[in-house]
C-alpha cells in the first residue's frame, strides 16, 4: 500500500507546475486513474466535463509528463493506461505489492463498486 501511496504523490507537483490552468483536471484525471488504470479520451471528456478537443489536449499533455502511455497507436479511439500503477501489479512478486497489499487494493477496489452500484440504483429508482 505504501507504493501505492508514493506513486500517487510521485506526478503531482508535476501536474501542477507544467499544466498551468489545466492542473485540476489533470489532478482529477490522476486520482481517477487509481479506480480505472486504462482510458479513452471520451472518460477523460466525461470526467473533466470540458470539450473533446480539451479531453485529447488534456490526455495529450499527461503522456509528455509520463502519467499516461498511449497503448493503441491510433490517431482516433486512442486508449491510455497508467502503466506505473499497472506496473505494480505485475510486478507482486518483485518487490512490487505485497500480498497484504493486493488485499487491501482488492477490498479498496470492491468498495468502489459497490458505493457506484449503489449509487446508481438510487439513482434509477
Not at 518487490?95 to 440504483?121: M, P
Request: glycine share 8%.
Amino acid at each position: 500500500m505504501r507504493r501505492i501511496l508514493q506513486l500517487r504523490e510521485q506526478r503531482r507537483a508535476a501536474i501542477t507546475e507544467q499544466l498551468d490552468r489545466a492542473a485540476g483536471n489533470g489532478h482529477k484525471v490522476r486520482e481517477s486513474l487509481f479506480d480505472r488504470p486504462i482510458v479513452a479520451v471520451g472518460d477523460v471528456q466525461k470526467l473533466t466535463g470540458t470539450t473533446c478537443a480539451a479531453a485529447n489536449s488534456l490526455a495529450s499533455r499527461l503522456v509528455k509528463l509520463s502519467v499516461l502511455n498511449e497503448t493503441t497507436g491510433h490517431a482516433r479511439t486512442r486508449r491510455f493506461r497508467y502503466a506505473p500503477y499497472i506496473a505494480l501489479f505485475n510486478d507482486a512478486g518483485a518487490g512490487g505489492l505485497t500480498a497484504e497489499d493486493s488485499t487491501s487494493v482488492s477490498w479498496h477496489f470492491c468498495e468502489q463498486r459497490s458505493r457506484t452500484e449503489g449509487a446508481i440504483s438510487e439513482w434509477a429508482a
